[in-house]
């Protein structure tokens, strides 16, 4: 089945930093990568919208500055979270549909625990 | 705007026994998608089952089921012959129909089902 492969699992920085997190689709195109983020106990709430070749759309309340994310190839997105603090620690996980026409399903990464110090 | 709620923070299960987790939806679309996933401790998000709107007939796969009421906007989780495996979060999602374009196939989640099966 498609696979989605996220990197780092887990990252541990400090306050001021950042931290770059890749999703990859690793045997599908995906055209379009979602990013969601879960706080403890707590469920996923999407952050952004990301398609290949142009700019993310952001939720609300989410800030574009501080979550850059980069959909630079059908197979490769990423989320840079900039100038990190101990409040961004969170679980960050992506999610990618590939372009087949129709409803085709999400595929999950394993998701990226950040914690910032 | 669509919303999902799971009404159930936390369930408890006999191993072998049946659970099930409720989960009820707004929306004013007809043509949907609904989903269970499991997340367990490794926080991997695994698709358990997923329901056409469109479809009457109950999804069903191997010990799980569903009971999809469209009128009454309630999509619940059966689990049969319940697992020590099966212990996990489990949470309930919407996706529209992408053929009406719009959110791109994105997921909405309910609160979440911590289940927990006791041998």
């Known amino acids: 089945g498609a696979v989605v492969s996220q990197h780092p699992s887990r990252v541990i920085c400090k306050s001021g930093t950042s931290v770059k997190i890749e999703c990859r689709s690793l045997d599908f195109q995906a055209t379009t990568m979602f990013w969601y983020r879960q706080f403890p106990k707590q469920s996923l709430m999407l952050m952004a919208t990301?398609?290949?070749?142009?700019?993310?759309?952001?939720e609300q309340g989410v800030e574009k500055d501080k979550f850059l994310i980069n959909h630079a190839s059908l197979t490769l997105s990423t989320l840079t979270v900039t100038s990190a603090h101990p409040e961004d620690s969170s679980f960050y996980i992506c999610?990618?549909?590939?372009?087949?026409?129709?409803?085709?399903?999400?595929?999950f990464g394993n998701g990226t625990r950040l914690t910032v110090t | 705007a669509q919303t999902v709620t799971q009404s159930q923070p936390e369930m408890s299960v006999q191993e072998a026994e049946t659970v099930t987790l409720s989960c009820t939806y707004d929306t004013s679309e007809s043509d949907y998608y609904l989903f269970w996933y499991k997340q367990p401790p490794s926080r991997q998000m695994i698709l358990v089952i997923r329901?056409?709107?469109?479809?009457?007939q109950n999804a069903t796969e191997n010990r799980f089921s569903v009971n999809f009421q469209k009128a009454a906007k309630s999509f619940s989780l059966k689990i049969s012959d319940s697992q020590l495996g099966d212990a996990a979060m489990y949470f309930c999602a919407y996706r529209r129909n992408l053929g009406y374009g719009g959110s791109q196939g994105n997921l909405i989640f309910g609160k979440g089902t911590k289940l927990s099966v006791k041998p």
């Open positions: 329901q056409e709107a469109y479809k009457q």
């Open positions: 999610s990618a549909r590939d372009g087949l026409p129709g409803n085709s399903p999400l595929h």
């Open positions: 990301s398609n290949e070749g142009s700019k993310a759309t952001y």
